[in-house]
């Protein structure tokens, strides 16, 4: 029986190679349009409220904040995940020469927000499912600093620590609660990186309720670009714990305009708004999340499936103290090095898959180079063996089984 499934699985690999007509391009994460889109759109383009003020942008803002469920009831829609990270660090008041904690495993957008306040980043490694690696952190917090008063300072930089921010990779969730007690008492802002985990939950260990990441820390931002669980074709957004920080986002995202008849300003501010044509298909979208999800949660389940007897591969799973939003399916290539991915990711591009690493380690980037790490060895010894797989909401069970078929034949190699 086993051979007869090997069999069929071996046709299908070489029907599907040698016939060009069935070799569809399969994108790594496209966005998809549940078709309540056009009406939205429509609808924003028929009120002539296409800017940045006006109804679509309140009201993205309210379903963000009732689908979350987020403290205060209340969200602030940006121009990007970026300038959301941006918004949340400046607000949090991180300053010049300060320190923020970060995973080195991370999109660089999570690093550059950092420099653009002119902190430096100081970065960690990560666990098994390529979130910051809590233990190295609470080990740093142990030995490598001390406590003055409510801050934390850096002992051999003597830099003061202002911000941690966990990264919510691949829509799996670094545990902010447990992160939250090693910073207890102290000034040092959770600035969590959601962009990736919209609608993942998080279980509470002190009310066993499941929390969606992004609401735990002082503030979480999530990201609406195009490759992301739901779109608004580019865009972000704030919640979080703390009311005071999420008015100054508000704030310093509208220019921070004091007095709008007479344009005073008594800060700094950016023109970080979303459009409102950007928020009606972010609401069109919003309103099909939990089929997102769904969705990306039985693909990678099929993936599982599907790779279980592989040897050599292995599909990267969430704990059972969260239920991850899947947004995208990775595997860990055991024996692989950067040659060996590189090369694989090559084959698969061949055959019309796209697959791509995770993200080169930011504290190998040219721009950080110099900056402190702690035990990056972790992420240093994983990120040649990790391979992104299509995951896109739309992707059909024929598509998994070639795109697993494909990786198991190619990881052998
Ligand atoms: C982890 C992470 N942080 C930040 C961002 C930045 O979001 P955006 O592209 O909306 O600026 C992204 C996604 O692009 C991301 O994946």
């Not at 001390?146 to 919510?168: T, Y």
């Not at 609660?177 to 279980?203: H, N, P, Y």
Request: glycine share 6%; with cysteine; proline share 4%.
């Amino acid at each position: 029986m086993n051979g007869l499934v090997e069999i069929s699985k071996h046709i299908r690999l070489v029907r599907t190679m040698f016939n060009p007509e069935k070799r569809k391009r399969i994108p790594l994460s496209e966005p998809l349009l549940y078709g309540n889109e056009k009406e939205w759109v429509l609808r924003c383009l028929e009120s002539n409220w296409v800017s940045s003020s006006g109804p679509f942008v309140e009201q993205f803002e309210d379903e963000i904040a009732q689908s979350v469920n987020a403290p205060h009831k209340k969200s602030v829609v940006t121009a990007s995940g970026t300038a959301a990270l941006h918004l949340a660090l400046l607000t949090a008041g991180v300053k010049p020469g300060e320190l923020v904690l970060v995973p080195t495993l991370t999109f660089i957008a999570t690093v550059n927000a950092i420099n653009y306040v002119g902190a430096e980043p100081l970065f960690f490694g990560s666990d098994s499912r390529l979130c910051m690696d809590l233990n190295s952190l609470e080990e740093f917090l142990q030995n490598e600093c001390r406590k003055e008063g409510a801050h934390f300072v850096h002992k051999s930089s003597s830099r003061r620590i202002s911000a941690v921010m966990p990264v919510h990779v691949l829509g799996f969730t670094v545990d902010v609660f447990r992160l939250r007690s090693l910073f207890t008492d102290s000034s040092v802002a959770i600035l969590e990186d959601a962009a990736e985990s919209m609608g993942s939950l998080v279980k509470s260990p002190i009310t066993n309720d499941w929390v969606t990441s992004g609401t735990i820390g002082d503030l979480g931002c999530y990201s609406f670009n195009g490759n992301k669980i739901i779109t608004s074709g580019g865009g972000g957004s704030i919640v979080g714990n703390n009311q005071e920080w999420l008015k100054r986002c508000k704030y310093l995202a509208n220019q921070a305009k004091d007095d709008a008849l007479f344009f005073e300003h008594h800060s700094v501010g950016y023109n970080y708004r979303m459009t409102s044509l950007e928020a009606a298909l972010g609401i069109a979208q919003l309103k099909n999340l939990s089929t997102s999800i769904e969705r990306r949660t039985r693909i990678h389940l099929q993936y599982r499936n599907h790779l279980k007897n592989a040897d050599n591969v292995e599909v990267i799973e969430g704990l059972s103290t969260e239920q991850p939003n899947y947004w995208l399916t990775a595997v860990r290539i055991k024996n692989w090095n950067l040659d060996q991915l590189r090369s694989g990711i090559f084959k698969l591009q061949e055959l019309g898959i796209e697959a791509r690493p995770v993200w080169t380690l930011n504290h190998t980037q040219a721009p950080y180079r110099k900056c402190a790490t702690f035990k990056p060895q972790s992420s240093e010894a994983d990120y040649p063996k990790i391979l992104c797989i299509p995951s896109s909401s739309n992707l059909t069970e024929e598509e998994v089984g070639f795109v697993a078929d494909n990786v198991v034949r190619i990881a052998a190699h």
